[in-house]
């Protein structure tokens, strides 16, 4: 009499079982991933530059008129350049497909950068065939044209054994080379500074100005506000890769890694993921280095799903943030929407209509 709910429940048990595999398959790369980040805070910790030099200023500060005092604030002294020396700035981006961001970039450095170089390519660091934006482009950074140093590199679908790290590598050697040859160009008792930074990682104009005035050394990070997907999305002061360096022609090279303790505080803007289409979102997820963390999961890449993330600030791959303590990573987890918009590059408040994706409330994306 007992035996058919016996069978029963074995059954059941076994479709639970079956169920609870089915789904350990479909979502080990999510279950990986929620375990390592989860825990990530317990094992890991992101190398950041421990040094942190207080920052000054505010509206109105005369950096240039008034260096020596600004320079002795930070604990540094003003620049001493011979009367035969000159001091050149270096932008270094790698194009992607931020036509925007490189915008108000250029803007927002056009006083205090000399040369903006720029290296592009037509295939993604994981091989696949992108659009050379810029060079499609060229008329909307006319006004730069004759400051601006760009080189097309072409692209190859990946390599057996190659990654997209190692394209990233060889990209960035590319951009040395062309530092290199830049500075060569100059007489040779120029002084060098290169802003080494990622296309979306934004120094402020008085940042530079500020590193023109003072003898700050040889190379010095620089530590900008983190924001996803718009200004809107404030992560916390915990981007640190970007620096800048006085170019030494026999040692010096381009990177994006850490040279040294020294960061300075508040330095600018590092607005990841700040697409103005949806589309790009995509081109970003299959294209960026971290491509492994879409693991075969196709609709991450569902447009819905990339315009909710964006309006409500989660994370893009469906992850947990990646975050190096627990403080982080429960603040990380449900953002507030920042409705400040004071303090930021004055090119995108001076078009604000133009940038409006950037700002409060214009998460809606075309
Ligand atoms: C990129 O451009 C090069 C040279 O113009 C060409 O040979 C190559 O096929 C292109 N690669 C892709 C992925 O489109």
Known sequence: MRRPSRLLA???????????????????YQIRNTLSYATRPLWDSDDAPSDVVPHYYA??????????YVCQLHGWSARN????????????????????????????????????????????????EKETYFANNKERFGKFADRIVYRFLPGYPLKSGETAWDV????????????????????????TLVIMADLDEIPARHTVALL?????????????RNYLYSFEWYLGLSSWRASIMLW?????????????????????????????TIKEYAVKMKGFSHSDRIGGRINLLDPSRIQDVVCTGKDIFGMLPEAYSYKDLFSQMSLTPLKSAVG???????????????????????
């Open 81 to 128: 350049v011979a009367p035969d020396t000159e001091l050149k700035v270096l932008d270094a981006v790698m194009m992607s497909s931020e036509l925007d961001l490189l915008e108000v970039r250029m803007n927002e450095l056009e006083e205090v950068v000399d040369f903006f170089l720029i290296i592009e390519s037509n295939a993604t660091f994981t091989g696949l």
């Open 10 to 28: 074995l059954f059941l048990a076994v479709l639970v079982c079956i169920g609870l595999l089915t789904y350990a398959v479909q979502n080990q």
């Open 212 to 224: 023109k005035e003072c003898d700050f050394g040889k190379s010095i990070h620089l530590q900008f």
């Open 168 to 191: 990233e590598r060889r990209t960035r050697d590319a951009m040395s080379d062309l530092i290199r040859e830049s500075v060569f160009r100059f007489s040779p008792q120029t002084q």
């Open 344 to 366: 930021l590059p004055r090119y995108l408040l001076e078009n604000a209509n133009k940038f409006s994706f950037l700002l409060p409330g214009g998460c809606k994306r075309p």
């Open 248 to 276: 030494d022609p026999k040692t010096s090279f381009y990177r994006h890694s850490k040279s040294g303790e020294r960061i300075l505080a508040d330095s600018g803007w590092h607005c990841s993921y700040c697409f103005r």
């Open 59 to 68: 509206d109105g500060f005369h950096i240039t008129s008034d260096a020596e």
